[in-house]
């Protein structure tokens, strides 16, 4: 038998051994997980207003605002 699977720290998937996203299934897991951390220390260090929002790297997916927009929407 081979090794039981690692689960994501994000999402519980199984983790591919050896993955470059470990602890991570996947990239946006792996994105998922640092966008909240940076978030979160974001609001420790000052509020969060719309220049913070347009300076934001946009290669880095933000989830967090993606599920805000998608619950406000529905
Ligand atoms: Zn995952």
Redesign the pocket.
């Known amino acids: 038998m081979s090794q039981d699977p690692i689960p994501?720290a994000?999402?519980k998937?199984p983790v591919e051994l050896g993955s470059q996203y470990f602890p991570?299934?996947?990239e946006r897991?792996k994105m998922s997980d640092l966008g909240h951390w940076m978030s979160e220390n974001y609001r420790i260090s000052r509020n969060l207003d719309h220049r913070d929002v347009d300076s934001f790297d946009p290669t880095i997916d933000h989830p967090d605002f993606d599920a805000d927009l998608d619950s406000s929407v529905d």
Do not use: H, L, T
């Open positions: 994501c994000k999402c998937n991570f299934c996947c897991c």
